[in-house]
């Protein structure tokens, strides 16, 4: 099995010996994920973080009813998970769909607690993930709180040009709080500009 993607995104913030790597690998699940397939469902105890080796993911929350509002997006070489839950091994608050065909990794937050023991680089890795989603994040909550709805989608197509081609705009438009034909004005009036 090949492991390039994932070995490479690692290797940008952490280097392993071989026998790290090995370790490393050998918890490691590949698993094919079909559009519109779901790998987390709510209420189900989220066991696994994921690793996106190809394809598109996205995790949203499902009201009582049942409006969705999109979380994140995950694509090549991006981890994805309910973190709260899958850290404290809790019911799923959120589902994650393939957008597309999809090919993961999958990693057992019990594997996860080993590599920490066995491969104490593997701390600093998800420290450094933690921290960029940290970021990610409350730069996100600032822009919801202080940029219109326009400004909001232009940041959005500028800083993810890919997904912003893999995902629908009602996804889109969930993403960023508004409706599907709100973002579709946006869009319209922005075209005529």
């Known amino acids: 099995m090949d492991h390039q993607s994932i070995i490479e995104s690692i290797n940008k ?34 066991e696994y973080i994921y690793f996106v080796e190809s394809g598109a993911l996205r995790a949203f929350y499902l009201d ?12 090549k070489d991006w981890w ?34 080993d590599l920490y023991i066995n491969v104490p680089q593997f701390e600093k890795l998800f420290r450094i993930l933690m921290q960029n989603a940290y970021i990610r994040e409350q730069l996100r909550v600032i822009d919801n709180l202080s940029l219109s709805a326009e400004e909001r989608y232009e940041i959005f197509i500028n ?22 034909e709100f973002l579709s004005m946006i869009k319209n009036k922005k075209a005529k500009t």
């Open 64 to 75: 009582e009813s049942g409006k969705e509002s999109t979380i994140m997006f995950a694509i």
């Open 80 to 113: 994805v998970t309910d973190m709260y839950c899958f850290i404290n091994q809790k019911p799923s608050m959120l589902m994650i769909e393939a957008i597309e065909d999809s090919l993961v990794y999958q990693l057992k937050k019990t594997d996860l607690d």
């Open 159 to 180: 800083k993810y040009p890919e997904v912003a081609h893999k995902v629908k705009q009602k996804q889109i438009a969930s993403y960023l709080g508004i409706t599907a």
């Open 13 to 46: 913030h952490i280097a392993l010996s071989e026998n790290e790597l090995l370790i490393f690998l050998s918890s490691l699940k590949r698993k094919k994920i079909d559009r519109k397939s779901l790998i987390l469902a709510q209420g189900q105890v989220c």
